[in-house]
């Protein structure tokens, strides 16, 4: 599989909420949950977000949630804080082809 | 807390080997995938190559052929060997650690830059 697709800009305003899509998911892997979500700030390693589509690790604000609908998998920011700006990769798993693990292409969010 | 850490050269000239270890402290690499993945500057994340500590080992396609992913449990250390370096290797490679269960990577090294250039 290829590099999923993200868009390569989303902004918004302190307070509001922004969404970043991610397409191209592998549906050949059930239970089909393997996509995760990375905040990467610069010069920092990327860090996970969000697992098995909706989860987010422990101390994750609950402002991040996930979603998935078919082949496209959603990033949801609640709230935005100045802190949000940086970049976010998804990422997804399959079993049957190859490579195992693809990121998407990268989002940088910008807090207006 | 597990903590990784990669080491190695930071400049390799065109053509040569790039070769990265990554070590674990904080946990033991039992039961754990084990994963190295690359971004060149102001770009996008690559996958390169899983193992596991028994040795079993998963590369990307587009790699394969240059790469090799050895693990040292003794060591708690994990490595990567890129051969025929180009240009279009220059990148940050990051060591990775898999969720437990999980099909992603939740604990990262900091990064080496890895220039190739002669």
């Known amino acids: 599989q290829s590099a999923l697709t993200q868009p390569a800009s989303v902004s918004g305003s302190p307070g509001q909420s922004i969404t970043i899509s991610c397409t191209g998911i592998?549906?050949?892997?059930?239970?089909?949950?393997?996509v995760s979500w990375f905040q990467q700030h610069p010069g920092k390693p990327p860090k996970l977000i969000i697992f098995d589509v909706t989860d987010r690790p422990s101390g994750v604000s609950y402002r991040f949630s996930g979603s998935k609908s078919g082949n496209t998998a959603s990033l949801t920011i609640s709230g935005l804080q100045a802190e949000d700006e940086a970049d976010y990769y998804c990422s997804s798993y399959t079993s049957v082809s190859t490579p195992l693990y693809v990121f998407g292409t990268g989002t940088k969010v910008t807090v207006l | 807390q597990v903590q990784l850490q990669e080491s190695g050269p930071g400049l390799v000239k065109p053509s040569e080997t790039l070769s990265l270890t990554c070590g674990v402290s904080?946990?033991?690499?039992?039961?754990?995938?084990w994963s190295w993945v690359r971004q060149p500057p102001g770009k996008g994340l690559e996958w390169i190559a899983e193992?596991?500590?028994?040795?079993?080992?998963n590369y990307n396609p587009s790699l394969k052929s240059r790469v090799t992913i050895l693990v040292d449990k003794s060591k708690n250390q994990f490595s990567l060997i890129l051969n025929s370096v180009t240009a279009a290797d220059t990148a940050l490679y990051y060591c990775a650690r898999h969720m437990t269960g999980v099909n992603t990577f939740d604990y990262w090294g900091q990064g080496a830059l890895v220039t190739v250039s002669s």
């Open positions: 193992i596991f500590p028994t040795g079993s080992s």
């Open positions: 592998s549906t050949d892997t059930p239970p089909y949950r393997d």
């Open positions: 904080g946990g033991s690499m039992r039961g754990y995938w």
